[in-house]
Antibody
Framework: EVQLVESGGGLVQPGGSLRLSCAAS????????MSWVRQAPGKGLEWVAN????????YYVDSVKGRFTISRDNAKNSLYLQMNSLRAEDTAVYYC??????????????WGQGTLVTVSS | QSVLTQPPSVSGAPGQRVTISCTGS?????????VHWYQQLPGTAPKLLIY???NRPSGVPDRFSASKSGTSASLAITGLQAEDEADYYC???????????FGGGTKLTVL
């Protein structure tokens, strides 16, 4: 059974940093792209970043470029999101999602339960 | 403002059929990028409902179907059930933004 378990969320002040983790199990982690997707309170879904199987390619939504860094450790079956210079608008539930390279439009075929990040003074 | 446009809400009585539209542009759906649909039940993580415009993952009832034409896509739910009450999102890729994009989401209410 595919399982994705996020951790590391919490309350942080504007300008602060936080590192999210996602522990994967039930599939060959090193064979899949992985992504972070976020959802602000009461709002819709927003793709944040994704990373290739070997970490050689990384992509970000414009609003987080230069502030967030996605990484992975295939030996530990883990995905990470380092978030720096956090802003109030980064407040959201952050989901880890297994990403399937379907044709020219990747999709998210399994999701974790999410971890809440709150940026507030 | 989302790149993919969905109606904020739709509703239907049990047993009825409802459709949810997803309107894009020439840089995403109209450019041939596939559309995927997700269901998010209240208080839970999203779940893949339809992939590749019209394909159902294993375990998804055939009451759910979807199609794509031109710059738009649509999700249809027949034989509406109370358990279908959820938020539904379409998703694709946008070449102008070089980003994976979602619709704003549609809240389905079963009357």
């Amino acid at each position: 059974e595919v399982q994705l378990v996020e951790s590391g969320g919490g309350l942080v002040q504007p300008g602060g940093s936080l590192r999210l983790s996602c522990a994967a199990s039930g599939f060959t982690f090193s064979s899949y792209w992985m992504s972070w997707v976020r959802q602000a309170p009461g709002k819709g879904l927003e793709w944040v970043a994704n990373i290739k199987q070997d970490g050689s390619e990384k992509y970000y939504v414009d609003s987080v470029k230069g502030r967030f860094t996605i990484s992975r450790d295939n030996a530990k079956n883990s995905l990470y999101l380092q978030m720096n210079s956090l802003r109030a608008e980064d407040t959201a539930v952050y989901y880890c999602a297994r990403t399937h390279s379907y044709s020219r439009s990747p999709l998210f075929d399994f999701w974790g339960q999410g971890t809440l990040v709150t940026v507030s003074s | 403002q989302s790149v993919l446009t969905q109606p904020p809400s739709v509703s239907g009585a049990p047993g009825q059929r409802v459709t949810i539209s997803c309107t894009g542009s020439s840089s995403n759906i109209g450019a041939g990028y596939d559309v995927h649909w997700y269901q998010q039940l209240p208080g839970t993580a999203p779940k893949l409902l339809i992939y590749g415009n019209s394909n159902r993952p294993s375990g998804v009832p055939d009451r759910f179907s979807a199609s794509k034409s031109g710059t738009s896509a649509s999700l249809a739910i027949t034989g509406l059930q109370a358990e279908d009450e959820a938020d539904y999102y379409c998703q694709s890729y946008d070449s102008s933004l070089s980003a994976l994009v979602f619709g704003g989401g549609t809240k389905l209410t079963v009357l």
